[in-house]
């Protein structure tokens, strides 16, 4: 029964991805010029910055767990929900780690606006993601997956 799932394409993923990105700029830019009173190309330089950080270091940070994973015997697709929960925690903590120095520098913010301001930022996002999803699956839902012996 698994092997009969639809899933979405690579065309579908990519269009997924970018139009993801495409929008949250689209919301994060013109807010965060006005909020912080600095040009749109400042602020959207950086979230542009942000965005290929974040997508760069979830290659490595999830390379890193697999590894980690492998090297105690796990596969890292059967993790318990305590490991997924550590996976998505120590994840978003070096996202804030690796965010904080670019938000204190790019933005000359104290730590503690930058906290706040990276706390603001990943609060939106995560609901954000949940509209998103919810309507780009409205919008793109996946094809019913092939009956088996056709």
């Known amino acids: 029964m698994a092997g009969n799932v639809a899933m979405r394409t690579a065309k579908d993923r990519l269009r997924y991805t970018i139009s993801f990105e495409i929008f949250l ?3 994060l830019v013109p807010v965060g010029a006005a909020f912080f009173d600095k040009p749109l190309s ?3 330089l950086l979230g542009a910055f942000l965005s290929v950080k974040a997508m760069l270091l979830n290659l490595l940070y999830n390379w890193i767990f697999d590894k980690a994973d492998a090297k105690a015997g796990r596969v890292s697709s059967d993790r318990s929900t305590l490991g997924r929960l ?3 925690t120590g994840f978003e903590a070096t996202l804030l780690i690796t965010s904080l120095p670019v938000y204190i520098w790019w933005l000359g913010l104290s730590l503690w606006q930058a906290l706040a301001t990276d706390l603001t930022v ?5 609901l954000y993601t949940y509209g998103f999803t919810l309507a780009y699956d409205r919008l793109f839902p996946v094809a019913a997956a092939p009956a088996s012996g056709s």
């Open 25 to 27: 700029m689209a919301i």
């Open 42 to 44: 400042d602020i959207g």
């Open 86 to 88: 550590l996976h998505a």
């Open 122 to 126: 990943t609060s939106f996002v995560v």
